[in-house]
């Protein structure tokens, strides 16, 4: 079955505890994203991956890292995790190159709490 | 750069009424639209995309939209919504012409259905 999982689905934890939330696609995809979706400012992009080892920041990629060292594996980063990255997190993918096929997979999210 | 407005943040309707979601981008070129919602906790679904061709568009559930590429509008609609539709919906827009790197989200609008 396609699909994209993330993991950890809840977490909670701590102001400045380092924390790693992984995806993963089993469809081969070259394209894979982060969203982070908060109330009333629907979902915004934090960072893109076109291939392997090609990343780049979106719309709201402060406080976050990534890194593409293998296609199907696109794990988002919190290096000194704050109160405002409390959000409910996206990660999907998509075939890279647009066209008709262009529909993008949506992991079942990852909830956080930075207390 | 891209954006889209989804004006409506709320609705509220009764089963069997007929649904209309206004979705408006601002971009001067060519565009990919897409339809997504998300039911209660779970992750984002495609409903519907618009690519070229024929305006309007059917997807899945029984919803359509119509692209009125004069008014830059992508609007989505159904004839009769059921308690099922309860969900909210987001817009999306792939700007083309500068790679196919980013899909930009509306806000989203919610929907309730009233049995």
């Known amino acids: 079955e396609a699909q994209v999982t993330q993991n950890p689905r809840y977490l909670i934890t701590v102001t400045g505890k380092k924390l790693t939330v992984t995806c993963s696609q089993n469809m081969n995809h070259e394209y894979m994203s982060w969203y982070r979706q908060d109330p009333g400012l629907g979902l915004r992009q934090i960072y893109y991956s076109m291939n392997v080892e090609v990343t780049d920041k979106g719309d709201v990629p402060e406080g976050y890292k990534v890194s593409r060292k293998e296609k199907r594996n696109f794990p988002l980063i919190l290096e000194s995790p704050s109160p405002n990255q409390t959000s409910l997190y996206f990660c999907a993918s998509r075939v890279w190159g647009g066209g008709t096929t262009d529909t993008q997979y949506f992991g079942p999210g990852t909830r956080l709490t930075v207390l | 750069a891209q954006s889209v407005s989804q004006h409506n943040h709320h609705v509220i309707l009764s089963e069997a009424a007929s649904l209309e979601l206004g979705c408006n981008y601002s971009?001067?070129?060519?565009?990919?639209l897409f339809w997504y919602v998300q039911y209660p906790g779970q992750h984002l679904q495609l409903l519907l995309k618009y690519f070229s061709g024929d305006p309007l568009v059917k997807g899945i559930k029984g919803f359509e939209a119509e692209f009125i590429k004069s008014k830059f509008s992508f609007n989505l609609r159904k004839p009769s919504v059921q308690w099922s539709d309860t969900a909210e919906y987001f817009c999306?827009?792939?700007?083309?012409?500068?790679?196919?790197?980013?899909?930009?989200f509306g806000t989203g609008t919610k929907l309730q259905v009233i049995p």
């Open positions: 971009y001067g070129g060519t565009v990919n």
């Open positions: 999306a827009v792939n700007a083309l012409g500068g790679g196919y790197q980013k899909v930009t």
